[in-house]
């Protein structure tokens, strides 16, 4: 990985697109300590202090994670890039369910650019949506539990919207700031926000288990991300590769065609969305039991029921269903992201076939067959990395907010953000030392 950093920085391209993303990283690390208007800053850290032994964030310990921590301190880029996430995800989703944004996938670039619009238009919305309920509970002194003082300078209306509103513009100028990254610096713009606030975490972290726990803890928990990260680089790498083999064609006086190639499929081919839909869905009770809990008085029994089993991430109960809905989701998001019988018709399309198996209806289900057999070890790895910082809180007897920083989601994020990245560097590198060779 070094080795293509150094002759990357020597380019004078590659430097200017590295030193765009780094600048761009910093901006919204930036932005992520700045206090929206209205927000009272130093109660505000006064109570995250307060809460940090228990659960703090709530349902919003992921996406504070994602946010660097800028989300509990109601920052300006409180809502960070997860609304625009969201969005990408949905129209995704849409693609299958809806016909016209099918047509739109199959328009190429054009279709493209309208269901990035589409997309950038629902972030917004949900943007709106999620600084409206941010706003809401810390109104009503629900989002920092145990917090005795009133967060909010003013509590009146029009300083709610007026906060709703910065946060809002904020997860628009995050949204801006990703797309630069892709379109002008090096990888892709929206995993590395992401990145950038998980890396921001790791050493306030780090030092919160060492002082709480002691050494010997934190080097046990360190051992454990470091077998974690080489399990993740392992099977992040790791693919199927069906051999493809493409008829020879006269076209005129020449001959094309004749290569032998392969269909790569992954054994992780869902990625780490499983996991994002799977820590959202368990999320929503939660945030149904604090949205209609009053101030005084006990909780009614469900919302005890769901304090018990749904929260609690040491709890058997949640572990398990933690682990099902992983094991769920990815079946699901491959089975809406690849189709076999698409890649059949393309292979067929162009003389391509797979060794064995006749064009068409074979060949899309040998696909299957193999996509099917291969996305078990995939969803069986995801939900196994995605509940080890829930085996670290029952060894270790740590709170969520001091594992999740050091969890397997987040070294999945960070190993597969930092291999991508890696990769576009030196397939750019590669391209240029082509293109000098050929002149």
Known sequence: MLSALVPAIRTPELRRKILLTL????????GAALPSPGVEYKTVRDCVDIASGGDSGGVYQLINLFSGGALLQLSIFAIGIIPYVTASIITQLLTVVIPRFEELRKEGQTGQNKITQYTRYLAVALAVLQASTLVALAGHGQLLRGCPKNVLSDSSLFGMISIVLVMTAGAALVMWFGELITERGVGNGMSLLIFAGIAARIPSQGMAILDSKGG???????????????????????QRRIPVQYAKRVVGRKMYGGSSTYLPLKVNQAGVIPVIFASSLLSLPNLLAQLTQ???????????????????PS????????????VFFTYFYVAITFNP???ADEMKKFSGFIPGYRPGKPTADYLNYVLSRITLPGSIYLGAVAVLPNLLLHFGGTSTTQTLALGGTSVLIVVSVGLDTVKQ??????NRNYEGFLR
Do not use: M
């Not at 600048?23 to 930036?30: D, K, P, Q, T």
């Open 341 to 343: 019988e698409e890649r």
């Open 216 to 238: 010997l803890v934190l080097a046990g928990i360190g051992g454990a991300i470091l077998l974690t990260i080489v399990g993740v680089i392992f099977i992040e790498q790791g």
């Open 315 to 326: 709890n058997p109960v949640y572990v398990a269903i933690y682990f099902a809905l992983i």
């Open 294 to 312: 009053k101030n005084s008085g006990n909780p009614a029994e469900w919302q005890q029921l769901i304090q018990k089993y749904l929260v609690n």
């Open 23 to 30: 600048g761009l990283l910093a901006l919204v690390r930036l």
């Open 425 to 430: 560097i030196e397939s750019q590198l590669l």
